[in-house]
């Protein structure tokens, strides 16, 4: 099996209508051990999102486009209280199975979910302070233009798409390290699915820079990690 090429054609367990909920609930609920793991969100948050937030010396609204369980909203939304930022923040999924794992859990002080796409906001004239995403990039397929141009409409700020860097190594290291955390989920199928049909970042900033030229760079902040980094238009 070669990685030197993204695999277009595969689809995640999790995204079938038909997948087990149950199985699905689980990995949904397991991704807040996995992503504080392996997303690199604490050194995206510290490097390009705190300081953005700071520097507005105001209350502020993030959204989280495909939310799913709402787990990276919690990690934020703690990070931000901790160092005394006043932030409200939403997350969207179309998902509704997804949305009811986020409805579901504890509440998270100043956050929302809603059960919505990108495009239904715009639509609506909503605007934030700051966009982002987890893991969705690799999921749009021919749909990643529309979606980018969707979250820079609705930032009147930074927009971060935090996605992973298909590698050999990210994939064989993934394939053992997930072993633990695997039992009752889609976790290990479908997250080697997932690296599979990743972009590189080379081929994630030709692919942006072609449906919106100079709009975005695309950066590595932590290892087998991408961030595909923009300022809004909204």
Avoid: K
């Amino acid at each position: 099996m070669s990685l030197a090429v993204r695999d277009e054609r595969l689809a995640e367990l999790m995204d079938d209508p038909a997948c087990d909920p149950e199985r699905l609930r689980a990995t949904l609920r397991r991704f807040e051990t996995v992503n504080r793991l392996v997303s690199g969100w604490g050194t995206v948050y510290r490097s390009l999102l705190r300081p953005h937030l700071t520097a507005l010396e105001r209350p502020a609204r993030v959204l989280d486009i495909g939310s799913g369980g709402g787990d990276l909203v919690a990690r934020l939304a703690a990070a931000a209280r901790r160092d005394g930022l006043d932030v409200s923040w939403v997350g969207i999924d179309p998902d509704e199975r997804a949305h009811e794992v986020a409805e579901a859990r504890e509440p998270i002080p100043g956050a929302t979910f809603r059960c919505a796409d990108a495009a239904t906001l715009v639509a609506e004239g909503d605007t934030f302070d700051a966009v982002v995403s987890n893991h969705v990039l690799h999921h749009l397929g021919p749909g990643l233009p529309a979606f980018a141009a969707e979250s820079r409409a609705l930032s009147r700020g930074v927009v971060l798409h935090s996605d992973i860097a298909r590698s050999r190594i990210a994939y064989g290291l993934y394939a053992v390290g997930i072993t633990p955390f695997q039992a009752g989920t889609f976790l290990r199928t479908d997250g080697l699915r997932s690296i599979r049909r990743s972009y590189t970042p080379g081929e994630l900033a030709t692919l942006l820079d072609e449906t919106e030229p100079g709009a975005w760079t695309v950066r590595m902040p932590v290892p087998f990690r991408l961030v595909a980094v923009a300022r809004g238009d909204g």
